[in-house]
């Protein structure tokens, strides 16, 4: 009998379980939506700011600015700042661990690097294992806004303009199409060659007052905090999607431990029920008997 209690104890907690993991996935779902959604109306924005880089560098060959440096330039030396976007917590699946690994393997090509880490999980980890963090950027995952990627888009462009950091990396998971892809790109400095294209050619010239060199000074930054916004809710819809995943095989594996467990338990049932029957059949044969002898 405490063998059956034992399985019943088990059979609840695992179903409690898998009432907290389906409710998980239904949450994360709801989240990948609405970051999309909010993502979808500022890109608009955004891409505006990016056809007038595209036209400034149409317009005028050979702009100045201290956010660019030609497509014939490199820049070896400087300590590399890399922006991380982590979760802020695990039960996701390889999410967190593929960043991690990404940024290990770049840092593995270049001697001084320093970690500006979003989210407390990937924090933690950097921190634990010695790496270089700067322990007065802390910013959170959960809800990506734009007003967050501002403070911190604004924070590394004045780290990069005062020598701090000679370039500044990102490193986040791409979603599209439900594929999640780890991807390391270059925010600062600019390549005017990324801002030359097909489309660009279509592009209206125009004079610019008063000059070009202040447009892009002003505009930059807005295009920067384009890209990290972008990172951040790409890298938190990756991050749901990945707990929507893991949670949804706990889902599928909980049934399964279900499944054995209620066979177990009938099995055990079945074997306590014809124990008793034969206990009763022999009990009622031995007074048979006896009352047969008397």
Known sequence: MSRINEIK????????LQKITNATYLISSVKVKKAQED????????????????????TVENVESKYFYSSEETVQNGTYGYLVITADKGLAGAYNHNVIKNVENAFEKHGS???FVVGD????????????VDSTFIYNAQRPTLGRARKIAYELIDRFLSGEISKLFVTYTDF??????VKTERLLPLHSGNFIDAKAKGLLSFEF??????????????????YIYSALVDSFCSEQNARMMATYSACDNAQNVLDE???????????EITRQITEVASGAKSVSVKEKTE
């Open 113 to 115: 690097n320093k970690l």
């Open 261 to 271: 467990l209620k066979r177990e338990y009938n099995r055990i049932r079945q074997g």
């Open 176 to 181: 599209t199409n439900n594929k999640l892809t």
């Open 9 to 16: 104890n088990r059979i609840s907690a695992v179903k409690e």
């Open 121 to 132: 999980f990937g924090r933690s980890y950097f921190i634990s294992h010695k790496f270089c």
């Open 209 to 226: 007052d008063p000059s070009p060199e202040k447009v892009l000074e002003n505009i930059v930054p807005s295009c920067v905090t384009g």
């Open 39 to 58: 993502l979808l109306k500022t890109k608009p924005y955004f891409t505006q700011i990016s056809d007038e880089i595209k036209r400034i560098f149409k």
